[in-house]
């Protein structure tokens, strides 16, 4: 039986800030907060990311506390953040 991706994040996948404000503890928001604030992308990655044309629905399956997640998430997001092609549900 196939598993319903598109249902989940459709109907309980949560944005970036949702889903931290929510999940996450407020040690676990500034870690998150640290990583994205971080993150910095060259002229050419931006036109890479900028390039993607077509919409692309992302499911991250992430957990607040996790120190991965933490390290991960927020990337993921602010490449999202440069491109509305890009939807991101955690």
């Known amino acids: ?3 319903d991706f598109r249902g989940i994040f ?6 970036y800030q949702d889903f931290i404000s929510k999940m996450g503890s407020p040690s676990d928001q ?3 907060q640290t990583i994205y604030d ?4 060259s002229e050419s ?5 900028q ?3 077509r919409p692309m629905p992302i499911l991250v399956m992430a957990g607040a506390w996790c120190g991965d997640c933490a390290k991960q998430c927020p990337v993921i ?8 092609r890009l939807t991101v549900r955690y």
């Open 10 to 15: 459709e109907s309980m996948g949560a944005g």
């Open 30 to 32: 500034q870690k998150w």
């Open 77 to 84: 997001q602010k490449i999202a953040d440069q491109n509305a």
């Open 51 to 53: 390039s993607f044309s």
């Open 38 to 41: 971080a993150v910095y992308f």
């Open 45 to 49: 990655q931006l036109q890479l990311i």
């Open 1 to 3: 039986m196939p598993f």
